[in-house]
């Protein structure tokens, strides 16, 4: 099952996927990050992009990841949560930042993770992603300074407290992103 938003069409990941994924994170942090930091850190986090044989081996771990196509199944954004809670992967393609695609698809992730019972939502959020989270109504809990590749570079930890989902009298339902 898919879901519409934003003019994207929101479903769970396929195999196929992997490859435009792979570009995709590397054109977001090229050109998106690039608004927000060096160069040289731009360089370092783009170095870290996974390969499409990485994307499809973590796809195996018990995350749920979804990708938001557009009308030719291209895909413009994914995010991959894992069992835990933390957001692990959530880019969106140069081109459709700013669009309501990557709202759409966390949209989507949330109410997935609420049916799961997942109480928290944690993710470290780079410059361009932290107002994005904000907006979701995440909390920043700390600037992160690291290095990549010796460069020196930030991010933002944010979490998000989820309530209980309201199953009503009829218990659990089905999720068309998996059990």
Same mark, same amino acid.
């Given at each position: 099952?898919?879901?519409?938003?934003?003019?994207?069409?929101?479903?769970?990941?396929?195999?196929?996927?992997?490859?435009?994924?792979?570009?995709?994170?590397?054109?977001?942090?090229?050109?998106?990050?690039?608004?927000?930091?060096?160069?040289?850190?731009?360089?370092?986090?783009?170095?870290?992009?996974?390969?499409?044989?990485?994307?499809?081996?973590?796809? @195996?771990?018990?995350?749920?990841?979804?990708?938001?196509?557009?009308?030719?199944?291209?895909?413009?954004?994914?995010?991959?949560?894992?069992?835990? @809670?933390?957001?692990?992967?959530?880019?969106?393609?140069?081109?459709?930042?700013?669009?309501?695609?990557?709202?759409?698809?966390?949209?989507?992730?949330?109410?997935?993770?609420?049916?799961?019972?997942?109480?928290?939502?944690?993710?470290?959020?780079?410059?361009?992603?932290? @107002?994005?989270?904000?907006?979701?109504?995440?909390?920043?809990?700390?600037?992160?300074?690291?290095?990549?590749?010796?460069?020196?570079?930030?991010?933002?930890?944010?979490?998000?407290?989820?309530?209980?989902?309201?199953?009503?009298?009829? @218990?659990?339902?089905?999720?068309?992103?998996?059990?």
């Amino acid at each position: 099952m898919a879901r519409a938003g934003a003019a994207a069409r929101i479903r769970g990941y396929e195999d196929r996927d992997a490859e435009p994924l792979a570009r995709l994170y590397r054109r977001s942090v090229e050109e998106i990050g690039a608004r927000h930091y060096a160069a040289s850190q731009v360089e370092a986090w783009a170095a870290l992009a996974p390969s499409p044989a990485r994307l499809r081996e973590l796809a @195996g771990d018990g995350r749920v990841r979804l990708v938001a196509v557009d009308a030719s199944v291209r895909p413009l954004a994914f995010v991959d949560l894992e069992p835990d @809670g933390h957001i692990h992967l959530l880019y969106c393609a140069p081109e459709a930042a700013g669009r309501g695609v990557v709202s759409a698809l966390y949209e989507v992730l949330e109410s997935l993770a609420r049916e799961r019972g997942i109480a928290r939502l944690f993710a470290e959020a780079s410059e361009a992603a932290r @107002g994005f989270f904000t907006r979701q109504g995440f909390a920043v809990t700390a600037r992160r300074e690291f290095e990549v590749a010796g460069v020196p570079i930030h991010n933002y930890a944010v979490e998000k407290l989820l309530p209980a989902p309201d199953r009503g009298a009829t @218990g659990p339902t089905a999720s068309p992103w998996g059990p």
